[in-house]
């Protein structure tokens, strides 16, 4: 009985301790927003916030189902159509509001992300932005900004115990 005793604390702790190292791991989904509408591109009057296009629309769509391992906490979008919808049917299937950022504040806005513990964070951006702020959450100068015709780049940074592990994937 005494060793019973024992072993069950033993698994009482194992556990406890399990579960406060795992409260602990940061997740980061960092993407660039989905195919904008380029049709106005070539006019006089080039549009500088173009909504997506129906292939954008559909990307933001497999978002759901590409992200479906994660439950995100939080979800980031830079304050610009093609960045919101992206966010938009992940935000809508996981019942969170888009929180704004501002892009042209990408060390001030990663010192705020890497305060987060504990959390799954999807963060929606640019082209130039994301590889850049994924840059600043690792500390490394590692990735170049993506070509403009790229849209199924995404990283994946886990942070646990002060360490950075990215993983980078398509969809």
Do not use: C
């Amino acid at each position: 009985m005494k060793m019973y005793l024992k072993s069950l604390i033993g698994v009482i702790v194992l556990l406890f301790f399990t579960a406060a190292v795992n409260a602990q791991t940061t997740t980061f989904i960092l993407l660039r927003h989905a195919e904008k509408d380029t049709s106005s591109y070539g006019s006089m009057m080039m549009n500088a916030d173009p909504p997506l296009s129906k292939a954008g629309e559909l990307r933001a769509e497999r978002l759901i189902n590409v992200l479906a391992a994660f439950k995100p906490d939080i979800i980031y979008s830079t304050n610009y159509k093609r960045t919101k919808a992206t966010a938009a049917p992940l935000a809508a299937q996981s019942g969170k509001e888009i929180q704004l950022y501002d892009p042209k504040k990408l060390p001030l806005f990663a010192d705020s992300l890497l305060l987060v513990k504990g959390k799954t964070i999807v963060v929606v951006g640019h082209s130039n932005t994301t590889p850049a702020l994924v840059d600043l959450l690792i500390k490394e100068n590692k990735y170049a900004a993506l070509d403009d015709a790229e849209y199924g780049t995404y990283w994946i940074v886990t942070l646990q115990n002060g360490k950075a592990i990215e993983e980078v994937r398509k969809y």
